[in-house]
């Protein structure tokens, strides 16, 4: 059964610094690794789709890496800014269920 | 067009009402799915349909009822629901079942009481 964990669990750093999220997943057999953004009490806004073929997905100042045969992926953000202040979650899709889920990442940026 | 819309935003019902969520979306996507959320955890998923047939119930209680009446409609009926059913309820599409990017609706914040 895939297992998605995320560390760290909460993050806190100051305005304009560089930070990396880690996700790491159980089952290297994925299809794609989707990485989320979660504002309270929002829904979900799709950042990054990684596929299990590639290596890296950029969007702006995100962008997310994957190592699928350790079972990893990481999600940078470059120069933060206290709008990117959310939980992101990463999930993964791997066969019978669509999406796996971890338990996210709150991050907090400080002006 | 990538929105998935849902209505309401906000639901308070009692443990013996009716009651239904809505979510739509307009962007030809086959594949639709309801998420359940409690605080400070991920989404569970609930349902799939696909090309409008149910494919996936996580084993969700009976006082659920899905229904996709068309391709951009999806509803989820509510019936004798329980206080600790209360939760944020996510809709999502993508353009077909499995191994496609999800769009989340912004979801419905239910209270049950």
């Known amino acids: 059964k895939q297992e998605v964990t995320q560390i760290p669990a909460a993050l806190s750093v100051p305005e304009g610094e560089n930070l990396v999220l880690n996700c790491s997943f159980t089952?290297?057999?994925?299809?794609?690794l989707q990485w989320f953004r979660q504002d309270p009490g929002k829904g979900l806004t799709s950042l990054l789709l990684i596929q299990s073929s590639q290596r890296e997905q950029t969007s702006g100042r995100l962008n997310a890496s994957l190592d699928k045969s350790s079972g990893r992926s990481t999600l940078y953000i470059a120069a933060s800014q206290p709008g990117d202040s959310a939980t992101y979650l990463c999930a993964v899709y791997s066969g019978n269920t669509p999406l796996v889920f971890g338990k996210g990442t709150r991050l907090s940026v400080i002006a | 067009d990538t929105e998935v819309t849902q209505t309401p935003k906000h639901l308070v019902m009692g443990m013996t009402n009716k009651k239904s969520l809505k979510c739509e979306q307009h962007?030809?996507?086959?594949?639709m799915y309801w998420y359940k959320q409690k605080a400070k955890k991920p989404p569970e998923l609930m349902f799939v349909y696909s090309y409008e047939k149910l494919s996936i119930n996580e084993s969700v209680p009976s006082r659920f009822s899905p229904e996709c009446p068309n391709s951009s409609l999806l509803n989820l009926h509510l019936h004798a629901l329980q206080p600790e059913d209360s939760a944020l309820y996510l809709c999502?599409?993508?353009?077909?079942?499995?191994?496609?990017?999800?769009?989340f609706g912004p979801g419905t914040r239910l209270t049950v009481t």
């Open positions: 999502a599409s993508s353009i077909q079942d499995r191994s496609y990017e999800q769009y």
């Open positions: 962007m030809g996507h086959r594949a």
């Open positions: 089952d290297s057999a994925i299809y794609n």
